[in-house]
C-alpha cells in the first residue's frame, strides 16, 4: 500500500512539474510572438515593401509590348513570380481589385520576375489588365520599389507617393472608379 500512495505521489508532483514548465513555455512563446517582427538590438525587421508615404525611385523600363514605361500614371503595382504560390493566391486579388476599382490597363503596372518561357503564363493572364513588365529579380522596377519579398504590392497616388503597400490587399482603401 505504501508503494501505491509513493507512485502517487510522485506522478502527482510529475504532473505538476510537467504543467509548470509547460505554462513557461506558454509565456516564452507569448513574448516571443509579441517582439513580432522585431530584431536583436530592438529595430523593426526591414519590410519586403516600400511603406506608404515613400516615394519609389525613378525608373524607366519596357513592357512585354515593346512600350516605355514610368511611374508616371500608374496606381497600383504588384510583383509576381512563377515560382511563388502566394503569388499565384494574390494574383486573382489584384485583378479583382483593379476591375472594381475602374482602373484603367494603363493604371496598373504588373512585375514579373523570372526569365521568358516560365513566365509566359503569368504574363498572359495579368496581360489584360495591366501593362506588364517581365524582368530578372534585382531589375530596374524591383530596385526603384525596394522588393525585398514576393508578391508585392502598392497602391500609388496621382504624385506618386505610395497610399498602401503590402503582400496582399489587406488594409488597401478601396478605389472609386474614376
Same mark, same amino acid.
Given at each position: ?22 505554462? +513557461?513555455?506558454?509565456? /516564452?512563446?507569448? %513574448? @516571443? ?5 522585431? =530584431?536583436? !538590438?530592438?529595430? *523593426? ?55 472594381? +476599382?475602374?482602373?484603367? /490597363?494603363?493604371? %496598373? @503596372? ?5 526569365? =521568358?518561357? !516560365?513566365?509566359? *503564363? ?57
Amino acid at each position: 500500500m505504501t508503494y501505491l500512495v509513493a507512485a502517487t505521489v510522485l506522478s502527482t508532483a510529475l504532473t505538476v512539474l510537467n504543467l509548470v514548465v509547460l505554462l +513557461g513555455v506558454v509565456a /516564452r512563446l507569448r %513574448v @516571443l510572438t509579441a517582439a513580432g517582427t522585431r =530584431g536583436r !538590438e530592438g529595430h *523593426e525587421a526591414p519590410q519586403p515593401v516600400l511603406p506608404p508615404g515613400a516615394t519609389p525611385e525613378a525608373f524607366t523600363a519596357v513592357d512585354v509590348d515593346g512600350e516605355p514605361v514610368d511611374a508616371r500614371g500608374v496606381r497600383l503595382v504588384g510583383f509576381f513570380t512563377p515560382h511563388c504560390s502566394l503569388c499565384h493566391e494574390r494574383m486573382p486579388q489584384v485583378l479583382e481589385y483593379a476591375e472594381r +476599382g475602374g482602373l484603367r /490597363r494603363e493604371d %496598373v @503596372l504588373a512585375v514579373v520576375i523570372g526569365d =521568358g518561357e !516560365e513566365t509566359a *503564363e503569368l504574363v498572359a493572364e495579368l496581360g489584360p489588365v495591366a501593362r506588364v513588365v517581365a524582368e530578372e529579380s534585382g531589375g530596374t522596377v524591383f530596385r526603384a520599389f525596394g522588393v525585398k519579398g514576393l508578391p508585392a504590392m502598392y497602391l500609388m497616388d496621382d504624385q506618386g507617393v505610395i497610399r498602401a503597400s503590402g503582400t496582399d490587399l489587406t488594409g488597401f482603401p478601396v478605389v472609386v472608379p474614376a
